[in-house]
C-alpha cells in the first residue's frame, strides 16, 4: 500500500483571450491516495486563508446527495488504465457523498449502487488549514486493474465563486472529466478474499 502525493492546480481563464471573472483565492490544495484493500485512502488538504472559504454545514446523518459540486466538494475519477468506463466520487466537507458510473466521457452518468456508502472518516479545520480523509470502496470493474485516477476540488469563495482545481487542466474551461487529467497512476488494488 504505497501512497502518492498530489497538489492541484487552480484553473485560470486569463489564457487564450480569456480573463477570469474570479479573483484568486489564496489557497492551495493538496493530499494524498493510497490504495486499500477493495478500496482507496484519499486525503484533501486544503492550505492558506482558511477565512476565504466557504464550507458546506456538518451533516448530522452523511448521506448520498447529488449536485454536491455546486459548493465546496473533493472530488475523484477513476477508471481501468486506457478504458472509457470510470466513476466519479463527490466528497462534501459536509460528510454527505455520491459515486456516479459514466459509460464514456460526461454520458449517462448514473448513481453506482453497486457502492451503498462512502465514509467521509474525518473533516477538519485548525487555522490555515482543512481537509478530510475518505475511504473509498471500488467497484468490482476496477479491481485487480491499474487504475488512472483524476482528482479535483471545487471551492467556494465567501463571495459564492466556484474555484476549480485539478491535477491538470487542458480546456478552455474546466473540466474534471476530461481524460487528460486522469494522470495519477495506481498499482492494481486487490479484491478481498473471504
Known amino acids: 500500500m504505497n501512497e502518492k502525493q498530489f497538489q492541484l492546480v487552480p484553473f485560470s481563464a486569463d489564457t487564450g483571450g480569456m480573463k477570469s471573472e ?3 483565492l489564496s489557497v492551495t490544495v493538496s493530499g494524498a491516495i493510497q490504495t486499500g484493500f477493495d478500496h482507496l485512502w484519499v486525503r484533501y488538504t486544503l492550505g492558506g486563508s482558511m477565512n476565504e472559504v466557504t464550507f458546506p454545514a456538518r451533516s448530522s446523518d452523511p448521506a448520498r446527495l447529488d449536485l454536491l459540486w455546486q459548493h465546496t466538494c473533493f472530488e475523484l475519477f477513476a477508471r481501468q488504465a486506457t478504458h472509457s468506463e ?4 463527490n466528497l462534501s466537507p ?3 457523498w455520491n459515486v456516479y458510473h459514466f459509460p464514456e466521457y460526461r ?4 448513481p453506482e ?3 451503498p456508502a462512502v465514509t467521509v472518516r474525518d473533516v477538519f479545520r485548525h487555522g490555515d488549514a482543512a481537509g478530510l480523509l475518505a475511504q473509498l470502496p471500488l467497484p468490482a470493474q476496477l479491481l485487480g486493474r491499474e487504475l488512472e485516477i483524476g482528482i479535483a476540488s471545487v471551492i467556494e469563495d465567501v463571495r459564492g465563486k466556484l474555484h476549480y482545481f485539478a491535477l491538470t487542466h487542458h480546456k478552455p474551461v474546466p473540466d474534471f472529466h476530461d481524460p487528460g487529467s486522469f494522470t495519477l497512476r495506481l498499482p492494481p488494488v486487490p ?4
Do not use: G, K
Request: proline share 14%.
Open 191 to 194: 479484491p478481498v478474499i473471504t
Open 94 to 96: 459536509s460528510r454527505d
Open 113 to 115: 449502487t453497486a457502492i
Open 22 to 24: 474570479n479573483q484568486p
Open 86 to 89: 470510470y466513476w466519479e466520487f
Open 107 to 110: 454520458r449517462d452518468p448514473q
